[in-house]
């Protein structure tokens, strides 16, 4: 079995950081993922810099990008002016997030869940590139609680078929049995996973296990959702890496390398990550 990992880190992890980084070193990042194996690497947010300072000057981390053939650099965009900055600077797809609740969308994106899917229609119209729809809050939401899986179902149901379909557990609340479940009931594509309650990898193995072939993780465990209160990070792209590895899921990423750009990643941070096996190192598997 082979999956996809998209790396985060660039923006759904740098963008709760209390500092920004310059866009000559968030380019870095995307570079040494690169450079590990990461075949999809999601590399700036078009979003605006007063909302979230963290991801000012999207368009200079993609210009410092040192492109590497095969490697797909993804964008953020949550309406149609993001897309049109992110579709200006040569990106190869396009990542449209809207949440499975009212309350969320109003605090992320400040339009309703209506006005939202009418944006992400406009996008799919438009665009070029391939386009993911990535649902947040699809198992949980830190203003309404508990989401109705019939509700994210009909919201993948708009555009199965057509783009590819991501779930997100934005606050990292979801058990395996709810994964498997949600994501062989939409058919979706891949998984977005916080660790926040430290279910995150066993989610995961749910989601492969449900047909899921497109996992999202962040270099070092960063993240969270600067809207969502108490979000901590996104599951370690090298745990599960060494998770994927031992289980004899092909990934194609040097685990070596993903660790070296974790600790470089923690010297510019000047505080230990979220991760565990850039930490502890890697051990060999199999035996």
């Not at 057509?162 to 891949?190: K, Y």
Request: hydrophobic share 40%; charged share 20%; aromatic share 6%.
């Amino acid at each position: 079995m082979r999956v996809t990992i998209c790396d985060v880190a660039p923006r759904d992890g740098l963008q709760n950081e209390p500092e920004t980084l310059a866009p000559a070193t968030r380019a870095e990042l995307v570079n040494r993922l690169a450079r590990a194996g990461l075949r999809r690497i999601e590399a700036a947010s078009f979003v605006r810099p007063d909302a979230v300072p963290q991801m000012a000057g999207a368009e200079e981390v993609v210009r410092a990008i040192e492109r590497i053939d095969g490697v797909e650099y993804s964008g953020l965009a949550l309406n149609e002016k993001g897309y049109e900055r992110l579709a200006s600077v040569g990106l190869d797809r396009v990542n449209f997030t809207f949440a499975a609740t009212e309350t969320f969308n109003q605090r992320n994106g400040n339009q309703s869940v209506a006005e939202a899917i009418a944006a992400g229609e406009r996008i799919l119209a438009r665009s070029e590139l391939p386009v993911t729809v990535t649902i947040s809050c699809s198992f949980g939401c830190p203003f309404e609680g508990r989401v109705d899986p019939g509700v994210v179902a009909d919201l993948a149901a708009r555009f199965d078929a057509r783009i590819e379909i991501v779930l997100a557990d934005t606050i990292g609340v979801a058990v395996p049995s709810e994964v498997r479940a949600l994501v062989g009931r939409t058919h979706a594509n891949g998984v977005h996973l916080h660790n926040t309650r430290n279910t995150g990898y066993a989610n995961a193995l749910a989601a492969l296990d449900a047909g899921a072939t497109l996992l999202d993780s962040s270099c070092g465990g960063l993240g969270g959702c600067p809207y969502a209160p108490r979000a901590t990070g996104n599951i370690a792209t090298e745990d599960l890496v060494y998770l994927l590895d031992g289980e004899g899921v092909e990934t194609g990423i040097d685990l070596d390398a993903l660790i070296g750009t974790s600790e470089w990643l923690e010297a510019i941070l000047g505080r230990r990550l979220e991760g565990y096996v850039y930490r502890a190192g890697a051990f060999p598997t199999g035996i």
